[in-house]
C-alpha cells in the first residue's frame, strides 16, 4: 500500500505549515506540501457544475488527524497475519486505547504543533468519542501546550462494522459466507453489513459536520480527529471524487497512525484546497516508529 506525505526540512516544519495558504499566498514556499494522493494540488471543484459540501462561509483551515496507533490495530494485524477468523481486541471497540507506540506518536505529534504560532492554531478542536482518537487529541493537545478544550462528536466514530465486527477478512469468508459475496458484489462504498454502515452513511455524517462547521463563521481553524475511513471520505466529500476515485485511493493508500491530512480556503468561502495528505514525517523526525494498519484492500465491487 502507499502513502502520500508532503516533504518538508528537518525538524517539525511540516506541522509548522499549519496555519500557511490561508492567506492567499499559497504553502510555505517549498512546493511539496500541496500535493494530493496523486502528488497534484487537488482542489475541490466539480467537473459537472455541482459543488460539494463544505462550499458555504465558515473555516479558512481544516486539519484532519487519524489516531494514534491502538491496541485494536495490533490486535488486528495480529489476527490477520496468523490466519485467524476472530481479532482478540482487549475492548469494545469504543473503548479502545492507544498502544504504547500511539502514545509515543501523539506526544511526538504535539510536540510537532507546538511551534505553530498562536494565531495560526486551530481554535476549535473535535475528536471521535473513541478512546483511541480521544486520547489522540487530548494528548497531542496537551503536550502543544494549546489551551483549548477538545471537544467529542460522534459523527467522526469508525465505521460500524455491525456482524462483521471483530471478524478478520478469513473470519468473513468461514463464518458469514453470504455476507462475504454480498461485500464482493456491492463493493465498500455501498456495502452494509447487518447491523452496520457503508460508507456511504459514514459520508452522509460527516456532510452534516461540514454543515455545522461553515455556521461557525469565517477565519476559524479547526482540527478534527477521528479514523482512517473517515479521512478518506472527507476526501471524498470536499473533492467530489466518485465512488471509482475514492476506491482507487484506498485500494492503493494507508492513513497512517497520527497522519496529518490538511485543506485550506482562504477567505472562508469557495472550494476547499488540499495541501497535503497523510503526513507522517513529524515522527520520522523524531526517531518515533511510522505504522501501517490498513483495512481491507479489496474494495472495488466484483
Known amino acids: 500500500m502507499e502513502h502520500s506525505q ?11 505549515s499549519i ?5 492567499g499566498t499559497g504553502t510555505n514556499g517549498t512546493g511539496t506540501n500541496s500535493q494530493g494522493s496523486n502528488g497534484q494540488r487537488h482542489d475541490s471543484r466539480r467537473t459537472d457544475g455541482t459543488m460539494p459540501a463544505g462550499w458555504t462561509a465558515g473555516a479558512v483551515e481544516l486539519i484532519l488527524v487519524r489516531h494514534g496507533e491502538s491496541q485494536g490495530n495490533v490486535a488486528a494485524t495480529a489476527a490477520q497475519e496468523s490466519g485467524a477468523d476472530v481479532i482478540d481486541v482487549p475492548a469494545r471497540d469504543a473503548d479502545v486505547e492507544l498502544s504504547a507506540t500511539g502514545r509515543e506518536q501523539v506526544q511526538a505529534l504535539g510536540r510537532a504543533l507546538a511551534p ?5 492554531r486551530p481554535d476549535v478542536v ?8 480521544y486520547q489522540t487529541a487530548a494528548i497531542a493537545v496537551e503536550t502543544a501546550g494549546w489551551p483549548v478544550a477538545v471537544r467529542t462528536d460522534e459523527r467522526l466514530r469508525d465505521r460500524e462494522l455491525g456482524i462483521l465486527d471483530m471478524l478478520t477478512r478469513l473470519g468473513v469468508e468461514n463464518r458469514l459466507p453470504e455476507e462475504a459475496e454480498r461485500r464482493r458484489w456491492l463493493g465498500k462504498f455501498y456495502y452494509r453489513p447487518p447491523g452496520g454502515e457503508s460508507w456511504a452513511d459514514v459520508a452522509l ?21 477521528c479514523h482512517d475511513a473517515v479521512v478518506l471520505l472527507f476526501r471524498y466529500v470536499l473533492e467530489g471524487m466518485s465512488e471509482r476515485e475514492l476506491l482507487d485511493l484506498a485500494a492503493g493508500t494507508t492513513v497512517l497512525n497520527a497522519s496529518v491530512t490538511r485543506y485550506v480556503r482562504p477567505e472562508g468561502t469557495g472550494p476547499w484546497t488540499l495541501e497535503s495528505f497523510n503526513v507522517a514525517e513529524h515522527l520520522e523526525q523524531q526517531g518515533v516508529q511510522v505504522t501501517e494498519h490498513s483495512g481491507d484492500a479489496s474494495v472495488h465491487p466484483r
Do not use: C, F
Open 6 to 16: 508532503a516533504k518538508g526540512e528537518p525538524g517539525v516544519d511540516i506541522v509548522g
Open 19 to 23: 496555519g500557511q495558504g490561508t492567506n
Open 116 to 120: 505553530v504560532p498562536e494565531e495560526l
Open 126 to 133: 473535535i475528536s471521535s468519542p473513541y478512546m483511541r482518537a
Open 205 to 225: 455524517r460527516l456532510r452534516s459536520v461540514l454543515g455545522e462547521l461553515n455556521a461557525l463563521g469565517s477565519g476559524h481553524r479547526v482540527m478534527l480527529v
